[in-house]
Protein backbone atom coordinates (compact mmCIF):
# COMPACT_ATOMS: atom_id res chain seq x y z
CA UNK A 1 0.00 0.00 0.00
CA UNK A 2 2.88 2.29 0.93
CA UNK A 3 4.78 2.31 -2.67
CA UNK A 4 0.60 2.16 -4.36
CA UNK A 5 0.18 5.47 -2.10
CA UNK A 6 3.66 6.73 -3.48
CA UNK A 7 3.14 6.31 -7.01
CA UNK A 8 -0.47 7.42 -6.91
CA UNK A 9 0.17 10.85 -5.24
CA UNK A 10 1.66 12.36 -8.16
CA UNK A 11 -1.05 11.29 -10.49
CA UNK A 12 -3.95 11.83 -8.61
CA UNK A 13 -2.18 15.41 -7.50
CA UNK A 14 -2.29 16.20 -11.23
CA UNK A 15 -5.91 15.21 -11.86
CA UNK A 16 -6.93 16.98 -8.88
CA UNK A 17 -5.79 19.93 -10.20
CA UNK A 18 -7.00 19.61 -13.58
CA UNK A 19 -10.59 19.40 -12.12
CA UNK A 20 -10.67 21.44 -9.58
CA UNK A 21 -13.88 22.98 -10.70
CA UNK A 22 -17.46 22.54 -9.25
CA UNK A 23 -18.75 22.15 -12.83
CA UNK A 24 -16.90 18.92 -13.50
CA UNK A 25 -18.80 17.80 -10.37
CA UNK A 26 -21.75 18.70 -10.62
CA UNK A 27 -23.14 15.60 -12.44
CA UNK A 28 -22.51 13.68 -9.27
CA UNK A 29 -23.96 16.18 -7.16
CA UNK A 30 -27.08 17.80 -8.89
CA UNK A 31 -28.41 18.59 -5.83
CA UNK A 32 -25.50 20.39 -4.34
CA UNK A 33 -25.42 24.33 -4.56
CA UNK A 34 -22.13 25.09 -5.58
CA UNK A 35 -22.46 28.88 -5.41
CA UNK A 36 -22.64 29.10 -1.99
CA UNK A 37 -19.15 27.46 -0.41
CA UNK A 38 -16.36 28.91 1.88
CA UNK A 39 -13.90 27.81 -0.55
CA UNK A 40 -11.05 30.21 -1.95
CA UNK A 41 -8.76 28.08 -4.32
CA UNK A 42 -11.31 24.75 -5.65
CA UNK A 43 -7.83 23.72 -6.11
CA UNK A 44 -7.59 22.41 -2.62
CA UNK A 45 -10.23 19.67 -3.28
CA UNK A 46 -9.45 16.50 -5.13
CA UNK A 47 -10.52 13.27 -5.26
CA UNK A 48 -9.35 10.78 -3.21
CA UNK A 49 -10.16 7.49 -5.70
CA UNK A 50 -13.67 6.35 -4.61
CA UNK A 51 -16.52 7.87 -6.26
CA UNK A 52 -19.57 9.45 -3.46
CA UNK A 53 -20.09 6.29 -0.92
CA UNK A 54 -17.32 4.49 -2.27
CA UNK A 55 -16.38 4.37 0.94
CA UNK A 56 -19.85 3.53 2.77
CA UNK A 57 -20.81 4.75 6.04
CA UNK A 58 -22.53 3.12 8.30
CA UNK A 59 -26.17 3.37 9.41
CA UNK A 60 -27.88 1.82 12.28
CA UNK A 61 -25.43 -0.02 13.59
CA UNK A 62 -25.43 -3.26 15.30
CA UNK A 63 -23.73 -3.94 18.89
CA UNK A 64 -22.47 -6.42 21.34
CA UNK A 65 -21.83 -6.20 24.87
CA UNK A 66 -17.88 -5.86 25.46
CA UNK A 67 -17.57 -9.87 27.37
CA UNK A 68 -19.07 -10.95 24.27
CA UNK A 69 -16.73 -9.58 21.63
CA UNK A 70 -13.95 -12.40 20.13
CA UNK A 71 -12.55 -10.73 17.22
CA UNK A 72 -10.63 -7.68 18.80
CA UNK A 73 -7.62 -7.62 19.82
CA UNK A 74 -6.33 -5.81 23.14
CA UNK A 75 -4.13 -3.19 22.07
CA UNK A 76 -6.72 -2.24 18.78
CA UNK A 77 -8.04 1.20 18.69
CA UNK A 78 -11.42 1.81 19.24
CA UNK A 79 -13.22 5.79 19.65
CA UNK A 80 -15.05 5.86 22.95
CA UNK A 81 -18.43 7.36 23.32
CA UNK A 82 -19.62 8.36 27.04
CA UNK A 83 -23.11 10.13 27.14
CA UNK A 84 -24.05 10.41 30.74
CA UNK A 85 -27.24 7.95 31.47
CA UNK A 86 -26.16 5.46 28.86
CA UNK A 87 -24.05 2.93 28.27
CA UNK A 88 -20.47 3.58 27.12
CA UNK A 89 -20.24 2.73 23.64
CA UNK A 90 -16.62 1.66 21.73
CA UNK A 91 -16.42 2.02 17.85
CA UNK A 92 -13.15 -0.13 16.84
CA UNK A 93 -11.19 1.76 14.11
CA UNK A 94 -10.67 -1.69 12.74
CA UNK A 95 -14.04 -0.86 11.20
CA UNK A 96 -14.17 2.62 11.05
CA UNK A 97 -10.98 2.28 8.97
CA UNK A 98 -12.96 1.00 6.05
CA UNK A 99 -16.16 2.86 6.28
CA UNK A 100 -15.44 6.41 8.07
CA UNK A 101 -18.68 7.55 9.57
CA UNK A 102 -21.24 5.50 11.38
CA UNK A 103 -24.31 7.18 12.33
CA UNK A 104 -26.00 6.14 15.54
CA UNK A 105 -27.99 7.77 17.95
CA UNK A 106 -26.71 7.54 21.97
CA UNK A 107 -30.56 8.07 23.76
CA UNK A 108 -31.50 11.03 22.46
CA UNK A 109 -28.72 12.69 20.77
CA UNK A 110 -27.95 11.85 16.98
CA UNK A 111 -23.92 10.83 16.53
CA UNK A 112 -21.79 10.68 13.98
CA UNK A 113 -18.63 8.80 14.71
CA UNK A 114 -16.17 9.98 12.40
CA UNK A 115 -12.38 8.59 11.54
CA UNK A 116 -10.28 9.80 8.46
CA UNK A 117 -7.41 7.92 8.39
CA UNK A 118 -5.29 9.87 6.47
CA UNK A 119 -5.44 12.89 9.38
CA UNK A 120 -6.02 10.02 12.08
CA UNK A 121 -8.34 12.16 13.27
CA UNK A 122 -11.33 10.44 15.15
CA UNK A 123 -14.29 12.83 16.10
CA UNK A 124 -17.80 12.10 17.26
CA UNK A 125 -20.37 15.18 16.54
CA UNK A 126 -23.91 15.94 17.29
CA UNK A 127 -25.89 15.57 13.89
CA UNK A 128 -28.82 17.99 15.50
CA UNK A 129 -28.20 21.17 13.15
CA UNK A 130 -30.47 24.15 13.09
CA UNK A 131 -33.41 21.72 14.26
CA UNK A 132 -32.65 18.79 11.32
CA UNK A 133 -30.76 15.56 11.94
CA UNK A 134 -28.84 15.34 9.76
CA UNK A 135 -27.05 11.93 8.05
CA UNK A 136 -23.78 11.56 6.57
CA UNK A 137 -21.99 9.84 4.21
CA UNK A 138 -18.37 9.73 2.54
CA UNK A 139 -17.98 12.40 -0.51
CA UNK A 140 -14.70 10.45 -1.61
CA UNK A 141 -13.25 14.06 -1.63
CA UNK A 142 -10.70 15.23 0.24
CA UNK A 143 -9.59 18.94 1.42
CA UNK A 144 -6.12 19.08 2.77
CA UNK A 145 -6.10 15.58 2.80
CA UNK A 146 -8.78 15.19 4.96
CA UNK A 147 -12.55 13.67 4.11
CA UNK A 148 -15.06 16.09 2.95
CA UNK A 149 -18.26 14.46 4.65
CA UNK A 150 -21.50 15.40 3.06
CA UNK A 151 -25.17 15.55 4.41
CA UNK A 152 -27.75 13.10 2.65
CA UNK A 153 -30.94 15.88 3.49
CA UNK A 154 -29.49 19.19 1.75
CA UNK A 155 -26.41 17.48 -0.46
CA UNK A 156 -23.98 19.89 1.15
CA UNK A 157 -19.97 19.20 1.86
CA UNK A 158 -18.93 19.14 5.69
CA UNK A 159 -14.96 19.34 6.47
CA UNK A 160 -14.47 16.18 9.01
CA UNK A 161 -11.76 17.73 10.82
CA UNK A 162 -13.06 21.09 11.33
CA UNK A 163 -17.15 20.18 11.36
CA UNK A 164 -18.06 23.01 9.12
CA UNK A 165 -20.25 23.38 5.84
CA UNK A 166 -18.49 24.11 3.14
CA UNK A 167 -20.16 23.95 0.43
CA UNK A 168 -23.79 23.90 -0.09
CA UNK A 169 -26.83 25.01 1.86
CA UNK A 170 -25.30 24.28 4.63
CA UNK A 171 -22.20 26.20 4.26
CA UNK A 172 -20.66 28.23 7.64
CA UNK A 173 -23.18 26.03 9.61
CA UNK A 174 -20.87 24.30 12.37
CA UNK A 175 -21.52 20.47 14.10
CA UNK A 176 -21.44 20.82 17.91
CA UNK A 177 -18.27 18.04 18.95
CA UNK A 178 -18.87 15.70 21.72
CA UNK A 179 -16.24 14.28 24.17
CA UNK A 180 -14.86 11.41 22.57
CA UNK A 181 -11.59 9.36 22.87
CA UNK A 182 -9.43 6.47 20.83
CA UNK A 183 -8.01 3.97 22.99
CA UNK A 184 -7.16 0.42 23.11
CA UNK A 185 -9.97 -2.22 23.57
CA UNK A 186 -8.54 -3.76 26.70
CA UNK A 187 -8.49 -0.10 28.26
CA UNK A 188 -12.53 0.57 27.09
CA UNK A 189 -13.28 -2.95 28.42
CA UNK A 190 -11.11 -2.82 31.60
CA UNK A 191 -13.26 0.33 32.75
CA UNK A 192 -16.59 -0.90 31.17
CA UNK A 193 -17.39 -4.66 31.32
CA UNK A 194 -20.69 -3.52 30.52
CA UNK A 195 -19.93 -1.32 27.37
CA UNK A 196 -21.38 -1.80 23.54
CA UNK A 197 -19.28 -2.19 21.38
CA UNK A 198 -20.32 -2.21 17.19
CA UNK A 199 -20.29 -5.19 15.77
CA UNK A 200 -18.96 -6.23 12.80
CA UNK A 201 -20.54 -4.56 9.76
CA UNK A 202 -22.08 -7.22 7.07
CA UNK A 203 -19.73 -5.93 4.54
CA UNK A 204 -16.94 -7.78 2.56
CA UNK A 205 -14.25 -5.84 3.82
CA UNK A 206 -10.55 -7.13 5.67
CA UNK A 207 -11.47 -5.75 9.04
CA UNK A 208 -8.49 -5.90 11.25
CA UNK A 209 -6.13 -5.08 8.38
CA UNK A 210 -4.65 -1.63 7.63
CA UNK A 211 -5.02 -0.36 3.67
CA UNK A 212 -2.75 2.04 4.95
CA UNK A 213 0.44 0.49 6.24
CA UNK A 214 3.63 2.20 6.94
CA UNK A 215 1.34 5.46 6.50
CA UNK A 216 2.38 7.50 9.75
CA UNK A 217 5.75 6.90 8.89
CA UNK A 218 5.62 8.63 5.44
CA UNK A 219 8.10 12.19 4.84
CA UNK A 220 4.95 13.62 3.08
CA UNK A 221 0.73 13.52 3.24
CA UNK A 222 -0.97 11.92 0.54
CA UNK A 223 -2.38 14.42 -1.74
CA UNK A 224 -1.29 17.42 0.56
CA UNK A 225 0.49 20.33 -0.56
CA UNK A 226 0.74 22.78 1.84
CA UNK A 227 2.92 23.75 4.35
CA UNK A 228 4.29 21.95 6.61
CA UNK A 229 4.10 22.27 10.21
CA UNK A 230 6.13 24.93 11.89
CA UNK A 231 8.88 24.04 15.13
CA UNK A 232 10.81 21.52 12.88
CA UNK A 233 6.95 18.79 14.15
CA UNK A 234 7.23 16.08 11.15
CA UNK A 235 3.87 17.20 8.76
CA UNK A 236 2.69 13.49 10.41
CA UNK A 237 3.53 13.46 14.25
CA UNK A 238 0.36 13.09 15.81
CA UNK A 239 -0.41 16.26 17.91
CA UNK A 240 -3.30 16.77 20.57
CA UNK A 241 -5.78 19.40 19.54
CA UNK A 242 -8.31 21.31 21.87
CA UNK A 243 -9.75 23.72 20.40
CA UNK A 244 -7.55 26.09 18.24
CA UNK A 245 -4.42 24.46 20.51
CA UNK A 246 -1.64 21.43 19.82
CA UNK A 247 0.12 19.79 21.83
CA UNK A 248 3.01 17.43 20.55
CA UNK A 249 1.91 14.06 21.33
CA UNK A 250 6.13 13.14 22.09
CA UNK A 251 5.61 16.49 24.57
CA UNK A 252 2.45 14.81 26.29
CA UNK A 253 4.24 10.93 26.51
CA UNK A 254 7.56 12.38 27.49
CA UNK A 255 6.32 14.49 30.41
CA UNK A 256 4.01 11.83 31.14
CA UNK A 257 0.91 14.80 30.70
CA UNK A 258 0.42 18.19 31.26
CA UNK A 259 -1.95 20.61 32.97
CA UNK A 260 -1.84 24.10 31.07
CA UNK A 261 -4.32 26.50 29.45
CA UNK A 262 -7.41 24.85 31.40
CA UNK A 263 -6.63 21.47 30.62
CA UNK A 264 -5.17 18.41 32.01
CA UNK A 265 -3.95 15.87 29.26
CA UNK A 266 -2.81 12.71 30.22
CA UNK A 267 -1.03 9.72 28.13
CA UNK A 268 -1.12 6.04 28.56
CA UNK A 269 1.17 3.32 27.08
CA UNK A 270 -1.38 0.18 25.59
CA UNK A 271 -3.00 1.55 22.41
CA UNK A 272 -1.63 0.62 18.60
CA UNK A 273 -1.48 2.49 15.96
CA UNK A 274 -4.23 2.15 13.15
CA UNK A 275 -1.77 3.40 10.52
CA UNK A 276 1.46 0.98 10.97
CA UNK A 277 1.66 -2.37 10.35
CA UNK A 278 -0.44 -4.45 7.94
CA UNK A 279 -2.35 -5.83 10.68
CA UNK A 280 -3.87 -3.12 13.05
CA UNK A 281 -3.34 -5.06 16.19
CA UNK A 282 0.46 -5.32 15.45
CA UNK A 283 0.97 -1.97 15.47
CA UNK A 284 3.31 0.11 17.59
CA UNK A 285 2.34 2.06 20.91
CA UNK A 286 1.26 5.46 20.40
CA UNK A 287 -0.63 5.58 23.77
CA UNK A 288 -3.62 6.70 25.09
CA UNK A 289 -4.64 10.09 25.57
CA UNK A 290 -7.65 11.76 27.45
CA UNK A 291 -8.44 15.61 27.87
CA UNK A 292 -9.98 16.85 31.00
CA UNK A 293 -11.24 20.27 32.73
CA UNK A 294 -10.45 21.57 35.89
CA UNK A 295 -13.81 19.96 36.98
CA UNK A 296 -12.59 16.37 35.52
CA UNK A 297 -15.14 16.46 33.36
CA UNK A 298 -13.98 14.87 29.30
CA UNK A 299 -13.18 17.91 27.16
CA UNK A 300 -13.65 17.15 23.13
CA UNK A 301 -10.03 17.36 21.32
CA UNK A 302 -8.64 15.19 18.19
CA UNK A 303 -5.28 13.65 17.94
CA UNK A 304 -4.41 14.39 14.68
CA UNK A 305 -0.94 14.87 12.26
CA UNK A 306 0.01 18.29 12.27
CA UNK A 307 0.25 18.77 8.88
CA UNK A 308 -4.09 18.91 9.50
CA UNK A 309 -3.67 20.90 12.47
CA UNK A 310 -1.29 23.27 10.58
CA UNK A 311 -3.39 23.20 7.30
CA UNK A 312 -7.00 23.88 9.08
CA UNK A 313 -5.57 26.58 12.29
CA UNK A 314 -3.23 28.24 10.39
CA UNK A 315 -3.26 30.57 13.18
CA UNK A 316 -3.31 28.21 15.86
CA UNK A 317 -1.40 28.11 18.99
CA UNK A 318 1.66 25.50 19.72
CA UNK A 319 2.34 24.23 22.57
CA UNK A 320 5.82 23.57 22.30
CA UNK A 321 7.58 24.14 25.76
Known amino acids: MARFIGFLTPLLLIAGLATANPSQWRHEWPETNFQKNNIDNWSEI ?3 GPPKDGIPAIDDPKFLRAGDERRISGTEPVITVEIDGQTP ?13 VNDQIGGIPVAV ?5 CNSGITFDRRVQGKVLSFGVSGKLRHSDMVMYDRETQSWWQQAIGEGIVGQMTGLE ?6 WMESWDQFR ?8 MAEPDFNRSYGRNPYQGYDSFARPFLYNGENPPHGIPPLERVVRVGDRAWPLTRIRDASGVQEAGVSISWEKGQASALDHGTIAKGRDVGTVRVRDGQGRDVPHDVMFAFAFHAFWPNGTWMVR
Open 89 to 101: RAYPIRYLTWHEI
Open 114 to 118: TFCPL
Open 190 to 197: ARNPEGLV
Open 175 to 180: LRQLPS
Open 46 to 48: MSG
